[in-house]
């Protein structure tokens, strides 16, 4: 959403919007002179878009239906549009590469984008995360038809793209309030497939079991089993990974990712398939890679010395948790690692409980907040305490996010922490990370 306001900012229109809570986001898009307020109040809309004339209203799905401003934009018949509509409107006229997937989207597509802003083609890109390279997740080139976008499958939102190339990084089961069973959900992936352009082409994650159509060329890729593309002769250093990229013409020698996390090499080893298919140089590849800060929220290092590390990721998913645990401890051996915690959505948190209790489970010690409920109602018996007696490692705590700090206060100081989640717990990275320098002291 974020990114679409700033694109038609760009363009010299007046944005307003309402979100649900002020954020550093926010904040930026206030500056850069979008009105945002953060009451559900008709009265709080800006004038100029109580008419109807001239106004195009986008909203997404994680709006609820009972929603007073809404309710009265469609009530008094306001050109309404969801996000990944415009989104595919702005892009029709354009070359699209589109990434979709369970998990890897946001920092798959920033690589791919970094890739190609760092070459001779360029590119336009609406990103679901915050570049740290760029400090934006809106990228705009004025001589580039290509358009990187993250094709979200929430609500089949990614059905109104019409791709040139895509990115499928995964479909482990999710969103299933939406599509109500897994086969539903993963037809949702054919369908997108099937929205690639003729004489286009997709490349796949190894292993996924869907039928592409036959007009598009398929590519598979892996972290470090055989496949069109993948990495070999991984090596961790000081919280970096060098390794080789092993592609249908030859080999890629001794790529650095200035980048951590063991599933980013598998989302770099996506990424620069796409960019050799569309064309991008080994040297371009080679330099790109060294250069990519990666997205902020995604395996992001808030504190790296020789008494604490702390990581702040955006995982929601079981598999994103299982995925950034083991990678620390790979990267950081023989530390004790701690996990806070915060579900997102009682709806996921219902589904998977049994599979975040085995990603959770990896940890040497366990922080779990409360559930943030986002866009849902409490689902009776779905909470952190069910979730926690399901998790096997006797170092687990059930705690408020408002006493955070103050559980972390009292505790040793931790080897490796990592914070996890999609809600709001980004709200306490900075006063965790205060809390851990005065320990330090």
Not at 183 to 190: C, H, I, M, N, S
Not at 358 to 385: F, H, N
Request: hydrophobic share 40%.
């Amino acid at each position: 959403m974020s990114a679409l306001a700033r694109y038609f900012n760009s363009l010299g229109k007046n944005v307003a919007g309402y979100d649900r809570s002020e954020s550093k986001l926010t904040k930026e898009l206030s500056s850069e002179g979008i009105l945002i307020h953060y009451t559900d109040d008709v009265n709080l809309i800006p004038k100029p878009f109580t008419s109807k004339e001239n106004t195009l209203v986008i909203y997404t799905p994680a709006i609820p239906l009972n929603h007073t401003e809404f309710c009265f934009f469609k009530e008094n018949q306001f050109e309404l549009k969801k996000r990944a509509e415009v989104l595919g409107i702005i892009s029709r006229s354009k070359d699209v590469v589109a990434i979709a997937g369970t998990h890897g989207k946001t920092t798959t597509s920033t690589m791919v984008s970094h890739l190609l802003k760092n070459s001779s083609l360029d590119c336009n890109a609406f990103l679901g995360g915050i570049s740290i390279n760029y400090n934006t997740n809106l990228l705009l080139s004025n001589k580039s038809n290509y358009v990187v976008v993250e094709a979200d499958e929430f609500d089949r939102s990614f059905l109104h793209l019409s791709p040139k190339a895509a990115i499928i990084t995964a479909i482990d089961a999710d969103h299933l309030d939406i599509y109500g069973t897994y086969d539903e959900y993963k037809k949702a992936f054919v369908d997108f497939s099937e929205k690639i352009k003729d004489s286009g082409f997709v490349i796949i994650k190894n292993g996924i079991e869907i039928t592409l159509p036959s007009n598009i060329k398929k590519y598979t890729y892996s972290l470090n089993e055989k496949a069109d593309f993948y990495a070999e002769d991984i090596k961790a250093k000081n919280g970096f990974y060098t390794f080789n990229l092993v592609t249908p013409k030859g080999k890629i020698t001794d790529i650095k990712l200035g980048f951590p996390g063991l599933l980013n090499v598998e989302n770099a080893v996506a990424a620069m398939a796409m960019a050799l298919n569309l064309g991008l140089s080994e040297n371009e590849i080679k330099k790109a890679m060294e250069s990519f800060l990666g997205v902020k929220r995604r395996f992001e290092y808030y504190i790296k010395n020789e008494n604490v590390i702390f990581i702040d990721d955006y995982g929601h998913h079981p598999e994103e948790l299982r995925y950034t645990i083991q990678s620390v401890k790979q990267l950081f051996p023989g530390k004790e690692v701690t996990g806070v915690f915060q579900p997102h959505l009682f709806s996921r948190t219902q589904d998977f409980a049994n599979e975040f209790a085995q990603s959770l489970s990896l940890l040497d010690k366990l922080i779990l907040l409360d559930i943030y409920p986002a866009r849902e109602k409490p689902i009776p018996g779905v909470t952190s305490e069910m979730l926690l007696s399901k998790v096997t490692i006797k170092d687990k705590v059930l705690c408020s996010k408002e006493n955070l700090c103050k559980l972390i206060e009292k505790r040793p100081l931790p080897e490796v922490i990592i914070m996890m989640g999609a809600g709001d717990i980004d709200k306490y990275l900075d006063k965790v990370k205060h809390v851990l320098l005065n320990k330090i002291k």
